[in-house]
């Protein structure tokens, strides 16, 4: 069995893969597939690169330092651990910068 995570949207992905044989008894058997893809922290569409779409998500989230943002949406913005999104999340953005349809590093956000 082999598969192409080409094009697949980061989260979980599900399919069944049938066995068969005309000797068996016992056919044919489902199997039940999970494909996990995961993806780096300032990916915020999840579609494994970090490109302008994101920057621009991580711009509406910015705030001055120490003011945590006001709406929920931008929490997965905070990618250091203190509460605001500012120039040192952007650090972090900027280190997984990949570009469009490129994936970004796995280790970037590290």
């Known amino acids: ?3 192409d995570p ?3 949207l980061a989260g979980d992905h ?3 893969i049938t066995v068969s044989s005309p000797d068996a008894l016992n056919s044919p058997q489902l199997i039940t597939v999970t494909l996990t893809i995961e993806t780096v922290s300032p ?3 999840g579609d494994g690169d970090v490109d302008l779409t994101d920057f621009g998500f991580l711009q509406t989230c910015f705030t ?3 003011v945590a943002p006001l709406d929920p949406a931008c929490d997965v913005a905070r990618l250091d651990p203190d509460l605001d999104v500012d120039a ?3 650090g972090i953005f900027q280190a997984c910068l990949s570009g469009a349809n ?3 590093d796995p280790t970037c956000d590290d």
């Open 88 to 90: 040192n999340d952007f």
């Open 43 to 45: 990916d915020f569409d």
């Open 1 to 3: 069995m082999s598969y």
């Open 102 to 104: 490129i994936p970004a």
């Open 14 to 16: 599900v399919a069944q």
């Open 64 to 66: 001055p330092p120490g």
């Open 6 to 8: 080409a094009g697949l």
